[in-house]
C-alpha cells in the first residue's frame, strides 16, 4: 500500500544572520490511508516544523517528504492545514469562508457549493450559512474552519493544535466530531498537540518526539479498545491511564535527557 504520506530522512536547518539551528533530524516516517496519527513532544522540539514542510511551506534542508509518492515541492490540493487559529475573514459570510478554498483552487462548482452545505450541516451549522464569523462561539468557527479545509476534499489533514484554544467542553466536543468525521470520510490525519490525553484518545498511533534536534523518540500504537472508542469515551478504558502514563514519563525523561 502506498503511504498518504512518508517522510524520509527529513531534516531541517533554520538560518539566520548569526546562527545555524537544526530543528528537526533524519526523520523517517510513512503514514497510510485512514490513519490518525499525533505529534507529541516538548515545546521546541519540531513539530510545527515538520507539519510545515508536510504542508509543502517549508523546504527541508535535507531529506524529502512524499504525498501519494510524489515528492513535495510546494502546496498542494492532497493537503488541508487546520490551525489554532481558525482564520475566518470577518467580512465573508460563514458560506463564503467556507468555500475559499475551492475559489482559489479554481474548483468551485454548483456540487461542490452543495457538498460544502451538507458539510455545514453535518457540523451543526444549518442556519448560520449566511451569518458571519463574529456571530459564532469558537468551537462553532473552528467547525467552520474544518469545514473549509474538508470542502477542497484533501487525502491527508493537517491539524496544528486545533483545539487549544478552546474550553474544556467544547475542546471535548469538537474532538469527538472532528475525529468521528475524519474515521467516517477515511480521511488520513496527522495533528500536533500538546494535550497527551487528546492525542491518546483521538490517533491509532502516538509519535513521541525529542527535541535538540527534533526526533522520533518512540511509537505508541494504541489498543483497539480505545482506538474504537469515541475519544471522549476512550478517556474511560482500561488501560488509558497507564497509557497516558507512559507517554508522559517517556516524555520527561526525553526533556531531562537533553
Ligand atoms: N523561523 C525560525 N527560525 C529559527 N529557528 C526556528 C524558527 N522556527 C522554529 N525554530 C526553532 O526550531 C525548533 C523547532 O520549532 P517548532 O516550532 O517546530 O517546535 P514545536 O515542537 O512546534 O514547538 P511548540 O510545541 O512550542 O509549538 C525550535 O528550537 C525553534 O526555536
Redesign the pocket.
Known amino acids: 500500500m502506498v503511504p498518504v504520506v512518508e517522510l524520509k530522512q527529513l531534516t531541517h536547518v533554520?538560518v539566520?544572520d548569526r546562527k545555524a539551528?537544526l530543528?528537526v533530524e533524519g526523520l523517517d516516517l510513512a503514514i497510510y490511508p485512514g490513519e490518525f496519527v499525533s505529534l507529541v513532544?516538548p515545546?521546541?522540539?519540531?513539530?510545527?516544523?515538520i507539519l510545515s514542510m508536510i504542508a509543502g511551506l517549508l523546504t527541508p534542508t535535507q531529506g524529502e517528504v512524499l504525498i501519494q509518492g510524489q515528492s513535495v515541492a510546494g502546496p498542494t490540493p492532497e493537503v488541508g492545514y487546520m490551525l489554532q487559529q481558525d482564520y475566518l475573514f470577518p467580512w465573508r459570510t460563514i458560506l463564503q469562508n467556507a468555500l475559499i478554498g475551492l475559489e482559489l483552487t479554481k474548483r468551485l462548482t454548483e456540487d461542490n457549493r452543495q457538498r460544502t452545505i451538507s458539510l455545514l450541516e453535518e457540523m451543526g451549522l444549518e442556519g448560520t450559512q449566511d451569518g458571519y464569523p463574529s456571530q459564532l462561539s469558537g468551537g462553532m468557527r473552528q467547525r467552520v474552519a474544518l469545514v473549509r479545509t474538508l470542502a477542497t476534499d484533501p487525502d491527508l489533514l493537517l491539524l496544528d493544535e486545533p483545539f487549544s484554544a478552546l474550553d474544556y467542553q467544547t475542546k471535548l466536543q469538537l474532538e469527538d466530531l472532528i475525529a468521528g468525521t475524519l474515521r467516517q470520510k477515511e480521511k488520513t490525519a496527522v495533528l500536533v498537540t500538546?494535550d497527551l490525553s487528546e492525542a491518546i484518545a483521538v490517533s491509532d498511533r502516538v509519535i513521541l518526539l525529542a527535541s535538540h534536534p527534533?526526533r522520533i523518540k518512540r511509537t505508541f500504537d494504541i489498543p483497539e479498545h480505545i482506538r474504537q472508542a469515541q475519544p471522549l469515551l476512550a478517556r474511560e478504558q482500561e488501560g488509558f491511564n497507564e497509557l497516558f502514563h507512559e507517554v508522559w514519563r517517556e516524555m520527561e525523561s526525553s526533556e531531562h535527557a537533553d
Open positions: 533554520y539566520s539551528s530543528a513532544g515545546s521546541g522540539c519540531g513539530k510545527t516544523t500538546h527534533g
